[in-house]
């Protein structure tokens, strides 16, 4: 099975962009679906945008659309989550999450679990 390392997040203003990777071993990502998911306290985990097992096709939530950016980084093994124009909206731990299904959006069909990126947005 595969373990999911997540990096980057941080800090950045209203407007800035940050960028989340989540790096996979034990198993080649490419086979898997991957999606990212934001969670902010009192709320559920939600998909943000997601990348298919099956022919490459990405999805992006609303929220999110036309800001961010998925990648697959398949030399690094790894999917990247370009985040622009982040607005005060956007806080949030980030989760990067993958399983064998064609589609990884909604939490209960991902097994496989990155450790969570906090990301603030503040000016």
């Known amino acids: 099975q595969i373990q999911l390392l997540q990096s980057g997040g941080g800090l950045a203003q209203p407007g800035e962009s940050l960028t989340l990777s989540c790096a996979a071993s034990?198993?080649?990502?490419?086979?898997?679906?991957v999606g990212w998911f934001r969670q902010v306290p009192g709320k559920e985990r939600e998909g943000i945008a997601g990348?298919?097992?099956?022919?490459?096709?990405?999805w992006y939530d609303d929220s999110v659309k036309g800001r961010f950016i998925m990648t697959r980084d398949n030399a690094k093994n790894a999917v990247n989550l370009q985040m622009g124009s982040l607005k005060s909206e956007d806080p949030a731990v980030y989760y990067c999450?993958?399983?064998?299904?064609?589609?990884?959006?909604?939490?209960?069909?991902?097994?496989?679990w990155g450790q969570g990126s906090p990301v603030t947005v503040s000016s």
């Open positions: 999450a993958a399983d064998l299904n064609a589609w990884v959006l909604t939490p209960e069909v991902a097994r496989y």
């Open positions: 034990g198993g080649n990502l490419e086979r898997y679906a």
């Open positions: 990348v298919s097992s099956t022919d490459g096709r990405f």
